[in-house]
């Protein structure tokens, strides 16, 4: 932990660093047309209300992102976001035209552009792939519960994210946003560097405007890393908040899906869609589940005010450039009526190794039983067949190898002791060891730490460069976590996060809107072609 009278000295500097160099953000995105757009930026309320005032239809806003879509992913910039352009958007958005003539709305998101991590199941005409060849075309039999719920809504669903390949839960050394069935997603700030993943494409369209909403899953970081990475939001709801029911698992002690969006209203207005119990996911029947059909109610601009908050430091010291932004948050959290403690330590150690015992053990059955769900026609009946057809393919492994699919195959199965200590000791460690005891002995209402530092050149050679982070915490007790922009570092997003206890959803929502509409970071991405000093 900093000392008292060494934070005030450390203040005075990374505030002067800060203000000259964090903040600068150049335009020259202006130059290539980008960002010219009439959808630009538009959030949910405002499509809405021009839809009930018939300023536009739902087949000129379709159509609008589709066509942002051919330009910036397809050509341009070429951001490689898209695996898959649902062919039958515009049916469907003339279908939410007539209701909306008959003065009919299915819900919160009528006729609002919606993008899928392709590891979520669609009953359509677009395949679930979850970035890898050997599912090429593989189209399940009936739509994942959150593709139910969105279309309920009337989201229209305009195409699947690429993603990295097996939500990069693969092998070594993998490039995060790559994918054998749709190579590499570019971030949309700056090409050259990389979106973070594992729900890279998600991530990306949203940035980019080539959608308003989109759902990507975490086991961990998998949200949290590329929304801060492309400047969004990005929310990893509790383990049990929004089923998984026909979404490709890693682990489901830690699986969960969550709406990615430019401000927190939107994220809370798809979170209300998402979230409740499904008898396919048995963690959404717990009897402690917390579900709220509108998480709007919990938006309050003075959120932050009179909150105990946790300042979790271990990422701090990895990158002054970050820690400056982080200080710069801090006091801004103090100045709207928080106090601040500061923490060094959360989970208990050896957690981690528990964890990725767990993500083994669990991944082969999770894989199987999905695959066994596809029915007779699946084109990969099971994890050995899925390694085989990699080995035998001339792309799958052309980056990176298969290593965690392997282990997965050879570990046994969760009835081992093995299993079950690993689970009992990632929840202990995560949970009454971790962030619940932290809490309860600091009585906290939430914690915040830097989501990570800012996007490294993607390199197909090494992989990811990761720099520091602070998803773990939440990810592995399977509690809540929200990102969100914080600033800027040389013309790259950072973002920060603000997690807590298991249902904890409506505080961090608070918290989060609180801090965003305080600060108002978010931006449209410029695209450059790489890094101009």
Same mark, same amino acid.
């Given at each position: 932990?900093?000392?008292?009278?060494?934070?005030?000295?450390?203040?005075?500097?990374?505030?002067?660093?800060?203000?000259?160099?964090? #903040?600068?953000?150049?335009?020259?995105?202006?130059?290539?047309?980008?960002?010219?757009?009439?959808?630009?930026?538009?959030?949910?309320?405002?499509?809405?209300?021009?839809?009930?005032?018939?300023?536009?239809?739902?087949?000129?806003?379709?159509?609008?992102?589709?066509?942002?879509?051919?330009?910036?992913?397809?050509? !341009?910039?070429?951001?490689?976001?898209?695996?898959?352009?649902?062919?039958?958007?515009?049916?469907?958005?003339?279908?939410?035209?007539?209701?909306?003539?008959?003065?009919?709305?299915?819900?919160? /998101? *009528?006729?609002?552009?919606?993008?899928?991590?392709?590891?979520?199941?669609?009953?359509?005409?677009? =395949?679930?792939?979850?970035?890898?060849?050997?599912?090429?075309?593989?189209?399940?039999?009936?739509?994942?519960?959150?593709?139910?719920? /969105?279309?309920?809504?009337? +989201?229209?669903?305009?195409?699947?994210?690429?993603?990295?390949?097996?939500?990069?839960?693969?092998?070594?050394?993998?490039?995060?946003?790559?994918?054998?069935?749709?190579?590499?997603?570019?971030? =949309?700030?700056?090409?050259?560097? #990389?979106?973070?993943?594992?729900?890279?494409?998600?991530?990306?369209?949203?940035?980019?405007? /080539?959608?308003?909403?989109?759902? !990507?899953?975490?086991?961990?970081?998998?949200?949290?890393?590329?929304? *801060?990475?492309?400047?969004?939001?990005?929310?990893?709801?509790?383990?049990?908040?929004?089923?998984?029911?026909?979404?490709?698992?890693?682990?489901?002690?830690?699986?969960?899906?969550?709406?990615?969006?430019?401000?927190?209203?939107?994220?809370?207005?798809?979170?209300?869609?998402?979230?409740?119990?499904?008898?396919?996911?048995?963690?959404?029947?717990?009897?402690?589940?917390?579900?709220?059909?509108?998480?709007?109610?919990?938006?309050?601009?003075?959120?932050?005010?009179?909150?105990?908050?946790?300042?979790?430091?271990?990422?701090?010291?990895?990158?002054?450039?970050?820690?400056?932004?982080?200080?710069?948050?801090?006091?801004?959290?103090?100045?709207?009526? %928080?106090?601040?403690?500061?923490?060094?330590?959360?989970?208990?150690?050896?957690?981690?190794? *528990?964890?990725?015992?767990?993500?083994?053990?669990?991944?082969?059955?999770?894989?199987?039983?999905?695959?066994?769900?596809?029915?007779?026609?699946?084109?990969?009946?099971?994890?050995?067949?899925?390694?085989?057809?990699?080995?035998?393919?001339?792309?799958?492994?052309?980056?990176?190898?298969?290593?965690?699919?392997?282990?997965?195959?050879?570990?046994?199965?969760?009835?081992?002791?093995?299993?079950?200590?690993?689970?009992?000791?990632? *929840?202990?460690?995560?949970?009454?060891?971790?962030?619940?005891?932290?809490?309860?002995?600091?009585?906290?209402?939430?914690?915040?730490?830097?989501?990570?530092?800012? +996007?490294?050149?993607?390199?197909?050679?090494?992989?990811?460069?990761?720099?520091?982070?602070?998803?773990?915490?939440?990810?592995?007790?399977?509690?809540? #976590?929200?990102?969100?922009?914080?600033?800027?570092?040389?013309?790259?997003?950072? !973002?920060?996060?603000?997690?807590?206890? %298991?249902?904890?959803?409506?505080?961090?929502?608070?918290?989060?809107?609180?801090?965003?509409?305080?600060?108002?970071?978010?931006?449209?991405? /410029?695209?450059?072609?790489?890094?101009?000093?």
């Amino acid at each position: 932990m900093f000392t008292k009278s060494g934070n005030i000295i450390f203040f005075a500097a990374v505030f002067i660093f800060a203000a000259v160099s964090c #903040n600068y953000i150049r335009t020259d995105n202006e130059e290539n047309g980008y960002n010219q757009f009439p959808f630009l930026e538009m959030e949910i309320d405002r499509l809405q209300k021009g839809y009930d005032s018939g300023e536009f239809t739902v087949s000129e806003v379709i159509s609008a992102f589709l066509g942002r879509i051919e330009k910036l992913d397809r050509n !341009g910039p070429e951001l490689n976001s898209i695996i898959s352009v649902n062919p039958d958007a515009l049916k469907i958005a003339g279908e939410l035209d007539l209701e909306l003539i008959n003065g009919k709305k299915r819900g919160p /998101l *009528h006729g609002v552009p919606v993008v899928l991590k392709d590891n979520i199941d669609t009953h359509d005409n677009m =395949p679930t792939t979850a970035g890898s060849r050997a599912l090429a075309d593989s189209y399940p039999l009936k739509d994942s519960f959150v593709a139910g719920q /969105l279309k309920k809504a009337g +989201a229209v669903i305009i195409g699947k994210a690429n993603l990295s390949e097996w939500a990069n839960f693969r092998g070594e050394l993998s490039s995060s946003g790559w994918s054998g069935a749709g190579g590499q997603t570019k971030n =949309p700030w700056v090409l050259d560097r #990389n979106p973070c993943g594992s729900s890279s494409g998600s991530a990306v369209a949203v940035s980019a405007n /080539l959608a308003m909403i989109a759902i !990507g899953t975490e086991t961990n970081g998998s949200i949290v890393c590329p929304s *801060h990475a492309t400047g969004i939001v990005g929310i990893k709801p509790t383990v049990g908040l929004v089923s998984r029911s026909g979404i490709i698992p890693i682990a489901w002690s830690m699986d969960v899906a969550g709406p990615m969006a430019r401000t927190v209203r939107d994220a809370a207005i798809t979170l209300s869609v998402l979230a409740g119990p499904d008898d396919e996911d048995n963690s959404t029947l717990v009897p402690d589940a917390q579900f709220y059909s509108d998480y709007t109610r919990f938006l309050d601009e003075n959120g932050i005010e009179g909150k105990r908050i946790g300042f979790f430091t271990a990422p701090m010291g990895r990158n002054f450039k970050v820690d400056s932004l982080m200080y710069r948050a801090v006091e801004f959290f103090k100045s709207h009526g %928080a106090e601040i403690i500061e923490i060094d330590a959360i989970t208990a150690p050896n957690t981690a190794s *528990h964890a990725f015992r767990v993500m083994i053990f669990e991944y082969a059955e999770g894989l199987n039983s999905y695959f066994e769900s596809l029915g007779p026609g699946a084109p990969v009946k099971d994890i050995d067949e899925l390694i085989d057809f990699n080995r035998s393919d001339t792309i799958s492994l052309m980056y990176f190898n298969q290593r965690y699919l392997e282990m997965a195959s050879e570990i046994g199965n969760t009835s081992s002791q093995e299993y079950k200590a690993a689970l009992a000791g990632m *929840h202990k460690g995560s949970r009454e060891e971790g962030i619940d005891r932290v809490m309860d002995e600091h009585n906290l209402d939430a914690i915040i730490a830097p989501t990570g530092s800012p +996007a490294w050149k993607t390199d197909l050679v090494n992989g990811d460069s990761f720099q520091l982070g602070s998803s773990s915490p939440a990810a592995q007790a399977g509690y809540p #976590n929200i990102t969100l922009p914080m600033g800027y570092i040389d013309n790259l997003p950072v !973002g920060i996060s603000v997690f807590g206890r %298991a249902w904890s959803e409506p505080v961090l929502l608070e918290i989060a809107y609180a801090y965003e509409r305080g600060t108002m970071y978010r931006m449209a991405p /410029l695209f450059l072609k790489t890094d101009k000093f």
